[in-house]
């Protein structure tokens, strides 16, 4: 059997339609981040992205994970926007969304205000988080870390229910001898971003892991290309970031990237490659950047 294929993409920060934002808006957080995105000018770029996509196209995945930031300003008017993105992205059922901060910037702590992504969160759309998709021999366990914050704050929160419930499900999975892939917005390897951008219950997601494991696990928010690990039952649990998929060369973080994971299908001897694609800034073409394999579990 052919190793499954998955690609992680994160941060795409999608420009907000004409008349995102209101009156209202002047008097809530959305004001402050429309003042950053005006400031940081062309660091995203919508060329760049559609670039990104069609690299992701041409390579064919089984899967797509997007870690979050589709939006700006968690509009309306976006997350209509993010949907119809979405859905010209693939097929329905082989992209996995688990919502930024952005997407989250103001209003309820609620899981019900994704409703309008629902296909692109699980294949059960009545569970809370985590959900989890299980795909050939790969479990897609989707985490959202992602919770409105105080102004200057981009803090990220998983929340005692759904890490309960994360408890629950690994074990489960690992006892399928699925390959447990964990996807969420915030890193939870500590330092990787600042503490009014981290995870809040980052040391209890971590607790868990060192007790009950993952294979991998998938982050953005930190704009940049991180590979981590956190200790697990078994041996080290690797952690990958990716750089915005929409960031545009000189605009202040690394230029866009995104993974192509590859996951063997053979338990006992599963060999798992990453090929990280980049923009070139030579060539302003995506291509290879490197390639390595993860360290057997």
């Known amino acids: 059997m052919p190793p499954f294929r998955l690609a992680h993409i994160s941060d795409p920060h999608l420009p907000p339609p004409e008349g995102s934002?209101?009156?209202?808006?002047?008097?809530?957080?959305?004001?402050?981040?429309?003042?950053?995105?005006?400031?940081?000018?062309?660091?995203?770029?919508?060329?760049?992205?559609d670039a990104l996509v069609a690299d992701i196209g041409a390579r064919g995945p089984d899967h797509i994970a997007i870690t979050g930031d589709l939006t700006n300003f968690s509009t309306a008017q976006e997350v209509t926007a993010a949907q119809a993105w979405l859905s010209a992205l693939a097929p329905l059922g082989r992209v996995t969304v688990s919502p930024g901060n952005h997407d989250a910037l103001v209003g309820p702590d609620e899981?019900?205000?994704?409703?309008?992504?629902?296909?692109?969160?699980?294949?059960?759309?009545?569970?809370?988080?985590?959900?989890?998709?299980?795909?050939e021999h790969v479990a897609i366990i989707n985490l959202c870390s992602a919770v409105p914050t105080a102004p200057w704050?981009?803090?990220?929160?998983?929340?005692?229910?759904?890490?309960?419930?994360?408890v629950e499900v690994l074990p489960d999975l690992a006892a399928l001898g699925l390959y447990r892939v964990v996807m969420l917005h915030h890193p939870p390897v500590?330092?990787?971003?600042?503490?009014?951008?981290?995870?809040?219950?980052?040391?209890?997601?971590?607790?868990?892991?060192?007790t009950h494991g993952a294979e991998l696990v998938l982050h953005g928010h930190a704009h940049e290309a991180v590979l981590g690990a956190l200790p697990g039952p078994m041996g080290p649990v690797p952690v990958l970031g990716v750089p915005s998929a929409s960031a545009a060369p000189g605009g202040g973080h690394p230029p866009a990237r995104w993974h192509e994971i590859e996951i063997g299908s053979a338990a006992d001897d599963r060999q798992v490659w990453i090929t990280a694609r980049g923009l070139s800034t030579s060539t302003g073409a995506f291509e290879?950047?490197?390639?390595?394999?993860?360290?057997a579990r």
């Open 190 to 210: 500590p330092g990787v971003v600042s503490a009014r951008k981290a995870l809040e219950d980052g040391e209890a997601l971590r607790t868990i892991l060192a």
């Open 111 to 135: 899981a019900h205000r994704f409703a309008p992504w629902g296909p692109w969160l699980a294949d059960d759309e009545t569970l809370a988080f985590p959900h989890v998709r299980v795909r």
């Open 153 to 166: 704050l981009a803090t990220g929160r998983l929340g005692r229910t759904q890490l309960s419930r994360l």
């Open 21 to 49: 934002l209101g009156l209202s808006d002047l008097v809530s957080k959305r004001a402050l981040s429309a003042i950053a995105w005006r400031r940081k000018g062309g660091q995203h770029d919508k060329a760049v992205l």
């Open 288 to 295: 290879a950047l490197g390639r390595y394999r993860l360290a």
